[in-house]
T-cell receptor
């Protein structure tokens, strides 16, 4: 079945360590996104990519890095520079991204919960 | 009975009743809105969307109403079921932005009692 796969579902990290969250989609979508969700809050955009080999900072990009070498994959690295990394991370994708008038739903993965010990 | 909440983080309704979840937005340039449902520990699921050139859109058991005059969006769920219990988010997009710039609200926790 087509969809978005995030891994790992749960991840524990010691302070000072970098971790990478995986996001793979087989929907042939051009655009991919990373959001962060904290308890009782809405989703906040970390990074997004509208096409392969290109990505843009979202609202809370500091302490995070991404790459988009393949259409299907958009991994997120949470670096040691991220001061409060414990959160639920959601990856999403959509058919298009470059057109301003483009509308359509974002398809979300099941999320990765990162806990810093 | 029917519970209506404005800017409330939680909403409790009895099974079989109708639910109305509200969302206010401040950007008059928003041209596209989406409602998502998120069950505990899972990713959000698309429910319904509406463009700013519409006032109402209906889906299966759900209706979205858009009032651009007061910048208000609502999601109506008919005959609410226990499986509808979840957090519901509204999201908006500015007409000058791509889909990558969706802004999500805090969400409303809907609890359905048998």
């Amino acid at each position: 079945d087509g969809g978005i796969t995030q891994s790992p579902k749960y991840l524990f990290r010691k302070e000072g360590q970098n971790v990478t969250l995986s996001c793979e989609q087989n929907l042939n979508h051009d655009a991919m996104y990373w959001y962060r969700q904290d308890p009782g809050q809405g989703l906040r955009l970390i990074y997004y990519s509208q096409i392969v080999n290109d990505f843009q900072k979202g609202d809370i990009a500091e302490g995070y890095s991404v790459s988009r070498e393949k259409k299907e994959s958009f991994p997120l690295t949470v670096t040691s520079a991220q001061k409060n990394p414990t959160a639920f991370y959601l990856c999403a994708s959509s058919k298009g991204g470059l057109a301003v008038r483009m509308t359509g739903e974002l398809f979300f993965g099941e999320g990765s919960r990162l806990t810093v010990l | 009975g029917e519970s209506v909440g404005l800017h409330l983080p939680t909403l409790s309704v009895q099974e079989g009743d109708n639910s109305i979840i509200n969302c206010a937005y401040s950007n008059s340039a928003s041209d596209y809105f989406i409602w998502y449902k998120q069950e505990s520990g899972k990713g959000p699921q698309f429910i319904i969307d509406i463009r700013s050139n519409m006032d109402k859109r209906q889906g299966q058991r759900v209706t979205v109403l858009l009032n651009k005059t007061v910048k208000h969006l609502s999601l109506q769920i008919a005959a609410t079921q226990p499986g509808d219990s979840a957090v519901y988010f509204c999201a908006e997009k500015d007409r000058g932005s791509t889909l990558g710039r969706l802004y999500f609200g805090r969400g409303t926790q809907l609890t359905v009692w048998p």
